[in-house]
């Protein structure tokens, strides 16, 4: 099964799932579906497009798209402002506009014959419009499913007034194509942004555009060398390095003529391919399962008190069913003195909090040092560059921000499942309370191997409340410095983390923007002097973000411990719901007479049977998805790739 044929039939068991939460007029479990079910819809999958100007970026993003003509290709045409484009009902193209430094910017919303005027260089020289970022929202239906593309800025052409956006898009992207072209070999300037590139993300793929305009063994020379320059600075073999070439020309061609000989020529096939293994073996992975274990967790809620009932209405023995109510009993009555004596796990959770917060504080201000010491080493070597030096400074404490952000991130789960092991409640009720009985139901017998199943996709689901950091990052450093909400901040903790650490970033842009264009005071002539004025005019700026920075962080760090603790004790409280409802149910079952027994009998098991085909259903689901990540990478290590996503098209 592709992504997208997953996807689908999780949404299938999500659409079931609300059928029976609504047929047992279950509203909480209606909303904690609906709640999960949103996540999986809004969540996005993050492709940004980056490397040198006119290396024909924007032709990529056309072809990939279906989308002739929709960003500005002609060969005079160079891109200056990072272009998004995601889902929407309607097209909508938005161009944001405010000077650098400013936190308040305008929205305005344009046609397409006007995206060049605010995005290119020749219509918009040295940017004189303001333009920040251009987003689009179209109806595409390659996007449908969450993608979204960005267009970035040439690295030799990087609008130093756009680098907070492009890093926040590329630490944070789930894939980065760099594209160059058959012109000329990597030069140094493309080895040394996608050194930088490789530090904070893994999930590169490297793709040669332009393969129209020469023969195949002319530019099979330019991929060998490539390969060469790449591994040296991958610290890798040659054979280990992947180039795609392409042909946008050719692919957008086929669209016009249908001529399947063009897409071929086009290679975007294996591009594509290429992409969504990685989607596959990471993010769709993730973002699937996750979903599963939301929903096994309320068929449990669901399905539990439903069959302590019917076992109550099978007539057993007194000592039987006072033997299930005590089970229940039991586990409520730990799970109130939970609730009631919260300080045998809220003690354990402020104290791993206190410890995240101390080991990031700590790497954080060794963080800035570093970056101190760079700086001197910048001015000694490039003193006659000071916007690089300021561009260079800002995008260290970029990488540092989100690397502090994802190990957040790693820890609080770390913390969050400590702490339901510690307390029992990373137990699955039906196998605590194992609600068998020597009469069963035909489709009651879920065996061992599918619990497996479904208990990975729980714990999926409970490192999923730790994700959404990509889209809260980038949406609180473009909703910092555009004044754009992107793709929303979330309720999960994760979310939380992300939305501090786009702030962060918006923060640190907003200080380094006002400066890189005010060096008037440099004399060329005098190097010491011109060391002083660089020195004196970036220092005052770490200062200003690393104390901004850390006041963000301890914000963020405090609001996740807030989060979690509301999070932990909302599942104390559902859980502890789940028994009551199940001791009510046996109470109920014991005052029918018999034929009400029998009857009653009747109506759970129905219900019964469509619970219990959800939860084997998605354990089935959970076991494809598990054996289609497995096969992505065994192909990867093979070098093969499965057809997906856009692939289907």
Same mark, same amino acid.
């Not at 690397?403 to 409640?425: F, P, R, V």
């Given at each position: ?375 001197? +080493?910048? *001015? &000694? ?5 000071? @916007? !690089? $030096?300021?561009?260079? #400074? =800002? ?130 002539? +005098?190097? *010491? &002097? ?5 020195? @004196? !005019? $970036?220092?005052?700026? #770490? =200062? ?106």
């Amino acid at each position: 099964m592709t992504y997208e044929a997953q996807k689908q039939a999780v949404f299938n068991l999500f659409q079931n799932s609300f059928l029976m939460a609504e047929k047992l007029k279950r509203t909480d479990s209606l909303q904690y579906l609906e709640s999960a079910y949103s996540r999986l819809i809004d969540e996005k999958i993050w492709i940004v497009i980056c490397g040198e100007y006119k290396k024909g970026k924007s032709s990529l993003t056309n072809a990939l798209l279906n989308e002739p003509g929709l960003f500005p290709v002609d060969v005079d045409i160079t891109t200056s402002i990072v272009s998004s484009i995601t889902y929407g009902e309607r097209e909508k193209i938005m161009v944001v506009l405010g000077k650098p430094g400013e936190e308040k910017s305008k929205k305005i919303e344009i046609t397409r014959d006007k995206i060049p005027d605010y995005v290119t260089e020749q219509k918009n020289k040295n940017n004189t419009k303001n333009s920040r970022m251009l987003v689009i929202e179209s109806p595409n239906q390659q996007l449908e499913n969450g993608l979204v593309l960005v267009d970035t800025p040439g690295v030799g052409s990087l609008n130093t007034n756009h680098t907070d956006i492009t890093y926040a898009f590329i630490s944070n992207a789930d894939v980065i194509l760099f594209v160059s072209d058959v012109d000329k070999p990597l030069s140094q300037p493309e080895l040394d942004f996608i050194k930088m590139i490789r530090e904070h993300n893994q999930n590169l793929v490297y793709v040669l555009t332009k393969t129209d305009l020469v023969d195949e063994n002319d530019y099979k020379a330019i991929v060998e060398n490539n390969r060469q320059k790449l591994a040296k600075i991958s610290q890798c073999s040659p054979g280990e390095i992947t180039i795609i070439p392409v042909s946008s020309k050719n692919k957008l061609d086929y669209l016009k003529t249908q001529d399947a000989e063009d897409l071929e020529d086009s290679n975007f096939p294996k591009l594509e391919e290429k992409i969504w293994q990685i989607l596959n073996q990471e993010k769709g992975y993730i973002l699937l399962m996750s979903a599963l274990g939301s929903i096994n967790q309320v068929i449990i809620e669901m399905k539990t008190p439903l069959q302590a009932e019917w076992q109550g209405c099978q007539k057993q023995t007194k000592e039987e069913l006072d033997a299930l109510e005590n089970k229940f009993e039991t586990e409520k009555k730990r799970l109130e003195e939970l609730i009631h004596n919260q300080n045998t796990w809220n003690n354990q959770l402020r104290d791993g909090m206190t410890d995240m917060r101390q080991e990031v504080m700590y790497s954080f201000e060794e963080g800035f040092i570093k970056i101190r010491r760079q700086l001197n +080493d910048y *001015i &000694e070597g490039m003193q006659d560059k000071p @916007k !690089k $030096i300021a561009s260079l #400074i =800002e995008t260290e404490i970029d990488a540092l921000i989100s690397k502090l952000g994802k190990e957040l991130s790693q820890t609080a789960q770390l913390i969050y499942k400590d702490l339901e092991y510690s307390t029992q409640l990373n137990l699955n009720p039906l196998e605590v309370t194992s609600l068998e009985s020597s009469t069963k139901i035909s489709t009651n017998d879920i065996s061992l191997k599918d619990r497996e199943w479904w208990g990975k996709a729980t714990t999926a689901s409970r490192s999923g409340l730790m994700t959404g950091l990509s889209v809260a990052t980038i949406g609180g450093a473009i909703g910092f410095v555009a004044g754009l909400p992107f793709g929303g901040v979330g309720s999960v903790p994760g979310t939380t983390i992300g939305a501090g650490i786009g702030a962060a970033l918006g923060k640190v842009a907003g200080f380094f923007m006002g400066t890189k264009n005010t060096w008037e005071e440099l004399n060329k002539k +005098d190097q *010491i &002097e011109n060391q002083r004025i660089i020195a @004196k !005019k $970036i220092n005052p700026i #770490i =200062e200003d973000s690393q104390r901004q920075s850390r006041k963000i962080l301890n914000d963020a760090i405090t609001k996740l411990e807030r989060f979690m603790r509301d999070e932990f004790s909302g599942q104390i409280q559902r859980q502890k719901k789940t028994y009551e409802e199940s001791l009510n149910s046996i109470k109920r079952s014991r005052d029918l007479s018999q034929q009400d027994a029998a009857q009653r009998s009747q109506e759970l098991q129905k219900h019964l049977e469509y619970l219990n085909g959800i939860y084997q259903r998605g354990a089935q689901i959970a076991k494809e998805i598990e054996k289609w990540k497995t096969n992505q990478s065994h192909d990867q290590s093979d070098g093969k790739t499965d057809v997906g996503g856009w692939a289907d098209a």
